[in-house]
């Protein structure tokens, strides 16, 4: 899941059948895949839609370069 994740994350363009396929080979069911997949994507929407407005990131978050 967490490989499908990353994938779909990193290079949506690469994704194909055989990554439902592997899901499914694990065990994972239609609905599961459904659902890795519209958080994956919801995921990466919403943090792009606030990267192009500028939102700036939660006072609790650490900043990475600190």
């Known amino acids: 899941m967490l490989e499908y994740a ?3 994350t990193r290079c949506p363009e690469d994704m ?3 990554d439902v396929g592997s ?3 694990a065990g994972f069911t239609d609905r599961d895949i ?3 997949c519209e ?3 919801y995921y990466a929407y919403a ?3 606030a990267d ?3 939102v700036p990131l ?3 978050i650490a900043d990475e370069g600190s």
Do not use: F, P
């Open 34 to 36: 459904l659902d890795i």
């Open 58 to 60: 939660e006072t609790w």
């Open 6 to 8: 990353e994938k779909l």
């Open 39 to 41: 958080v994956v994507a």
């Open 52 to 54: 192009g407005l500028g």
């Open 47 to 49: 943090n792009r839609m």
């Open 23 to 25: 899901l499914q080979g």
């Open 16 to 18: 194909s059948n055989n």
